[in-house]
């Protein structure tokens, strides 16, 4: 792999089931055991390719953006980059410490207050207590919620809870920043805000790869735009 | 022996944030706080001293009854208490594992830490009965440390198992109460196995908590010293214990994301 590249997929395949998606019984499994007809192309009863055979470079500093309708296998694409699942057949390379921007419920507890919340966000993303410690005040700023920054996350609203889950995710020293469509949520001037501060990130060669359904938002921030359809690149 | 421990080393930050984020929610709101820690045990040593004692007159051991129960119940509720936080853990926090990669053992360990640091203080209590009974200990107390180790170890190789087991089948989490239960039964809490047959006995020390409470009752109120190749047989099984659910585990978080 070329040390220029960050993101690297080579033949990348990701079989999902539509059926094991939350909960599955011991008792489902053990009727499955007897019934293993598995199709042509390799998939069993309910079984489908979110990804077929992509192949992908995303350099380092690069901002790419993913366009594509649901199911498209954009989220399935920065779930690989996250390492967070794996490939079914083929392989891919990161290169740099990953930080996705966490949603409402993922790294926030409701019981703890902002504050609080940002030290379990922060060493989430990987980031040291000291280093969190030392950036407090930064992310607070940036969030504009330091009003509110005492009291426990259950009480914000989700543009809040958005505010400052940005603020962290750009806070952390991360090399390779994954947005997956929130950026389109928030009030005009925070997303403005959010904007700048992904430019800024271009601007510091970090690697952004975000994935949206605004098309007019991907022109106007991404190097390249990469169309999804069905699991394949356009 | 566990690969990943250079690489959990790491994450240590991400442990003491999810340590103190466990304590701090638990105490949150309450009244009494850490002393929530001594109550299970002590509330049930109480009953069982006033049912077995005073109700059945049944004489559990040669030293005072309260110290025998509430030993058992220090170990014993560690024990529980870490599955009843471990075996859902994964499952709950099924939001974070979709989405940023960690090594998913620090949530089930956090739980663990926990339950030891609440050990640790109702512990106290026992100190404070060993000084009002006035027991004199010797030097054999000691073998309550390498005993303790043992405990934290079996616990933390079931955790691991059931915890990774859940992901797959809730079925783990359901039975979960009644299991934990069940084992309870099956671990000399509230009696001794001195008073059982042999056969009886053999049963019983399949499960590495009765070694642990039987022999920890032994060294501290007995003067006792433990058997050292039984400990060491002991020490290796729960390390291939440990070892078996360890592989288990880092095996199946691959599949983690796409499952839970």
Not at chain 1, 151 to 163: D, Q
Not at chain 2, 80 to 99: C, D, G, Q, R
Not at chain 2, 171 to 189: C, G, H, R, Y
């Amino acid at each position: 792999m070329s040390s220029e590249n960050a993101v690297e997929f080579q033949n990348v395949w990701k079989k999902y089931s539509r059926e094991a998606i939350f909960h599955k019984s011991l008792r489902e499994d053990l009727s499955r055991l007897f019934k293993t007809a598995s199709t042509r192309d390799g998939l069993s009863q309910g079984e489908f390719w979110a990804l077929q055979d992509i192949n992908l470079k995303i350099k380092k500093g690069e901002t790419v953006g993913f366009y594509g309708h649901n199911g498209a296998g954009k989220t399935t694409i920065l779930k690989l980059i996250a390492g967070v699942t794996f490939p079914t057949q083929g392989s891919l390379q990161v290169r740099g410490r990953v930080a996705p921007l966490l949603e409402i419920g993922a790294g926030f507890h409701p019981d703890l207050t902002g504050r609080e919340n940002i030290f379990m966000n922060g060493a989430i993303l990987g980031m040291k207590i000291t280093e969190i410690k030392q950036k407090m005040n930064s992310i607070i700023e940036f969030s504009e919620l330091s009003e509110f920054i005492d009291m426990p996350v259950k009480k914000f609203s989700s543009g809040m809870y958005l505010r400052l889950a940005f603020s962290i995710a750009i806070h952390s020293e991360a090399s390779i920043f994954l947005f997956d469509e929130i950026i389109a949520v928030g009030d005009g001037a925070f997303r403005e805000k959010c904007l700048e501060k992904i430019s800024d990130l271009k601007r510091k060669s970090k690697t952004v790869i975000f994935v949206t359904h605004n098309l007019e938002l991907l022109k106007s921030l991404a190097d390249r735009i990469i169309n999804l359809n069905k699991g394949e690149i356009v | 022996m566990f690969p990943g421990f250079k690489h959990l080393l790491e994450y240590r930050d991400l442990f003491l944030v999810f340590l103190w984020r466990n304590f701090s929610i638990r105490y949150r709101q309450t009244i009494f706080g850490i002393l929530w820690a001594i109550f299970p045990p002590l509330s049930l040593m109480i009953l069982f001293t006033v049912v077995f004692g005073k109700i059945m007159s049944v004489k559990v051991a040669d030293y005072p009854a309260p110290l025998f129960f509430y030993l058992g119940l220090l170990f014993w509720n560690f024990f529980a208490s870490s599955l009843n936080f471990t075996i859902p853990v994964l499952a709950n926090h099924y939001n974070l594992i979709t989405k940023i990669y960690f090594p998913k053992e620090i949530l089930p360990f956090s739980g663990i830490a926990m339950a030891t640091i609440d050990m640790m203080i109702a512990s106290v209590l026992l100190i404070a009965m060993l000084v009002y009974f006035k027991c004199s200990l010797t030097i054999y107390a000691l073998w309550i440390f390498p005993l303790t180790l043992l405990l934290i170890l079996f616990t933390i190789a079931i955790s691991l198992f059931l915890s990774a087991l859940n992901v797959f089948y809730r079925d783990v989490q359901l039975a979960s109460s009644f299991l934990i239960q069940l084992w309870f039964f099956m671990t000399p809490v509230f009696y001794s196995i001195d008073k059982v047959s042999v056969n009886m006995k053999l049963v019983l020390f399949l499960n590495p908590l009765t070694f642990i409470i039987e022999n920890s009752r032994r060294c501290l109120f007995e003067g006792r010293p433990v058997v050292v190749w039984q400990y060491l047989l002991m020490f290796i099984f729960v390390l291939i214990a440990l070892r078996s659910s360890y592989s288990f585990f880092t095996k199946m978080e691959k599949r983690f994301a796409d499952v839970i």
